[in-house]
């Protein structure tokens, strides 16, 4: 295959809107939240002056009540 000279000017279109909106909106907001909740089990760990493990464990906890209290109940 050969490649021409007007192949290589050739300017790309460039990514779509949908994938400018995830690479500019939603991983940048995914990334700060993951953040501010490292930094909150940090602060956390501070003031109580407890094993990290145990505050992720109380955390995890606590979004597993919430996540099973949200969810629709099935029919058995």
Known sequence: MLVT???MLEK???PSKPKLFLDQVVVPG?????GA???GIERLVIVARRNPALAVGVVAGLGLALTLARSPR???
């Open 30 to 34: 995914l990334a700060n939240a993951a």
């Open 12 to 14: 790309p279109s460039g």
């Open 74 to 76: 099935r029919p058995s």
């Open 37 to 39: 909740v490292e930094a």
């Open 5 to 7: 000279r007007e192949y």
